[in-house]
Every structure is written in C-alpha cells, then in structure tokens.
C-alpha cells in the first residue's frame, strides 16, 4: 500500500493481520497520505507503513492499552463505551496508554468503580503512568493499578 484516502475518517494501520502488532493512527489533516513511504510505526521507528501495512481498523472509540510505560510490550485495543473491563492480561498492569483522540477514565476497580484518572487529549503522562493520580488519593498513581476504563462525557 503506497497511499491512502480516508475519506474524512481516522484509521490505524497495523503491521499485523488483526489489527496486531505495530500500529499508527491515519487521521484528517495528516500529512503524507498519498506517499505512505514518510509514515512510520508508532511503535517501530524504523520501519513505515508502505509495504508492512497488513491490517487497518477505524480509530473512532478505540483506545490502546501498553503493560510497558512508552508503549512498548503487551497490548491491547480495547473499544470504549459507558465502561469496559480490562483483560485479565491487563488488570493491574498498564503503564502506558494511547488514547486515539479520546477523553477516558481510568478506573481502579472493575465495572468502573472507585478512584479515577480523567486522561484526555493534550494530559501530561500518557507514555508513563508513574506521574499520573487518581483525582482522590494522590499518594498512589495509575501505573499497575487499573482495570476498567469509560469515555468522558461529551
């Protein structure tokens, strides 16, 4: 794939069959669309999407979980809605999250229950958790201490 028309519309590409693996986010007004040869992995620095593009998804309501603060390691895209529940693979062990443009909250119990973390577009600390509170109790951060997540209101 050398090019791509979104039609208006954010997608992530993957490197990857099933939407697996590396990703970067395609969205309106991003440059480069007709030469793909100058966009890059999110992940994988060195290697652009033209020829490793396997799989594409749309970005509207995903977000991306990483065990790994600056999202290397484990992963996992999850759709948000009024609360989704993390994977067992995931509670208590994201460091990192790439939000795709979406306001979330963090929540630190299942079901979208207990303290939280509003995390939106432009908040500080999305690559590493360490620096991040819930709004309730600053003595403990988000980093390992998640497992649910919902969208903001509008």
Known sequence: MS???TNGQCVLLWHKNRCKGYHTRIGPGTPYHNDL??????NKPDTNVDDNTRSISSCDGYILLY???????TSQRIHV?????????M?????SINTLGE???LWSR????GSYARVAP????HLNFDGMKFHDNNDRNLNDNTVSISRCSS
Request: hydrophobic content about 25%; proline content about 5%.
């Open 103 to 105: 306001c979330v909250y």
């Open 110 to 113: 299942s079901e979208c229950q």
């Open 3 to 5: 090019s791509i028309d």
């Open 122 to 125: 432009g908040t500080r600390n």
């Open 91 to 95: 509670k208590n062990k994201v460091s």
């Open 67 to 73: 065990q790994d603060a600056n999202f290397p390691g």
């Open 37 to 42: 040869s100058q966009i890059f992995f999110d």
């Open 81 to 89: 809605g009024p609360c989704a529940n993390f994977s067992n693979d």
